[in-house]
């Protein structure tokens, strides 16, 4: 007896207006569900290909009118897409996943725009290069979905945008426009700031150094990939919060510099101490699996670059009973082996060092 099919949250049509990574991955998820997604963007060739990755169908003449309305352009043309969007489509409700909210719904207001069924709001997710291409059904899966509404928002279609954010697997959380601007300025904006110039340093150092790359650094530089267009859009619509975050850092960065500088006199070495277990504390705030902060024990066990090992580094993790809260794989230049940081919990990790000696890992 098959399973019974679970009613959908969100019932078609939708309408996806720009099919880049965010919107592609929408569609991508929304169709899973079977829900009817059109597509449409400036270009006629990233709608096709959307639509060949399966994230819905080109909209054509005679369609029916889309209940909800998903702008997924870049920043600086969303204002003008939402407003476009709101006079073409009168009966939908119509959200937009820009990673600034304020600056839009500012433009709005100004150009008096009808803003009763507009909700603004942003997934917490991304990968360091855009395109439908690179877009994936679970993309939004346990992430937080910003939902922006205000006093004018009707129930029904703060309800709409709410359901969009649960049916593809996302949390949604209210905050105003001016608050999410200031947190994703903190937690998005300004790693991303610091990731790129950090990484910048690498253009003109020696081969000899940057062969001596770990993984600190690949963690610490991996967003650096992003889309540099993009983030001068990005930065320029949140200038007022990534200026103040940038200054604070230049202080703390400043403050840094003159204790090394100095490291010999009297409260340097507190300061630097202090300025890192600043850091520590910061960590340990960060949100781990299923939103916890509790940290993790790193368990490094040394591996074959070959094919199977990590499997079989898999299988055992799984016959021991030991959950793997997280994975990180580290090849060693210029040799046949790797290494695979595994995150467990603190209680589980000496018994999980015993038994998977046993078995033949070498844990380092």
Same mark, same amino acid.
């Given at each position: ?30 169709s ?22 399966? @994230? +819905? /169908?080109? #909209?054509?003449?005679g369609d029916?009118?889309? =209940?909800?309305?998903? !702008? &997924?352009t $870049? ?18 409700v ?30 917490? @997710? +991304? /990968?360091? #290069? ?6 994936? =059904?679970?993309?939004? !899966? &346990?992430? $937080? ?49 610091? @990731? ?55 202080d ?11 490291a ?39 591996i ?61």
């Amino acid at each position: 007896m098959s399973e019974p099919q679970v009613a959908n949250r969100v019932q078609g049509p939708v309408h996806i207006i720009g099919t880049g990574l965010l919107g592609a991955s929408i569609g991508l998820a929304l169709s899973e569900r079977s829900i009817d997604v059109t597509l449409e963007d400036a270009s006629p060739t990233a709608v096709a290909l959307a639509a060949d990755y399966g @994230a +819905g /169908r080109p #909209r054509a003449e005679g369609d029916a009118e889309p =209940t909800l309305v998903i !702008v &997924a352009t $870049p920043p600086d043309v969303t204002a003008d897409v939402v407003q476009y969007a709101l006079e073409r489509f009168t009966g939908a409700v119509v959200t937009d996943v820009a990673s600034v909210k304020y600056a839009p719904y500012a433009e709005l207001r100004r150009r008096g725009v009808d803003l009763t069924h507009y909700i603004g709001s942003h997934p917490m @997710a +991304g /990968r360091e #290069r855009g395109g439908a291409v690179m877009a994936r =059904t679970d993309l939004f !899966v &346990a992430r $937080p979905w910003v939902i922006c509404r205000d006093h004018e928002t009707p129930a029904a279609a703060l309800s709409l945008v709410e359901s969009l954010a649960l049916e593809v697997g996302a949390t949604p959380i209210e905050m105003t426009p001016e608050e999410h601007d200031a947190s994703v300025g903190l937690v998005s904006h300004l790693p991303q700031v610091v @990731a790129s110039m950090l990484a910048a340093r690498l253009v003109e150092a020696p081969e000899h150094a940057v062969g001596l790359a770990g993984q600190g650094l690949r963690d610490s530089t991996r967003i650096a990939s992003s889309d540099p267009e993009l983030w001068v859009q990005i930065l320029g619509a949140n200038s007022a919060s990534i200026v103040g975050l940038l200054e604070a850092f230049q202080d703390d960065l400043a403050t840094f510099v003159q204790a090394l500088r100095d490291a010999d006199e009297p409260g340097a070495k507190r300061t630097i101490a202090n300025l890192m277990a600043s850091g520590n504390r910061g960590v340990q705030r960060i949100p781990g699996k299923h939103g916890s902060s509790a940290r993790f024990t790193t368990l490094t066990a040394l591996i074959d670059d070959t094919p199977g090992q990590l499997a079989m580094l898999l299988t055992d993790l799984g016959d021991l009973g030991i959950n793997m809260e997280d994975l990180q794989l580290e090849h060693s230049p210029g040799a046949q082996i790797g290494f695979a940081q595994i995150g467990v919990m603190p209680e589980v990790a000496p018994q999980a060092v015993i038994d998977l000696t046993e078995r033949g890992w070498r844990i380092l």
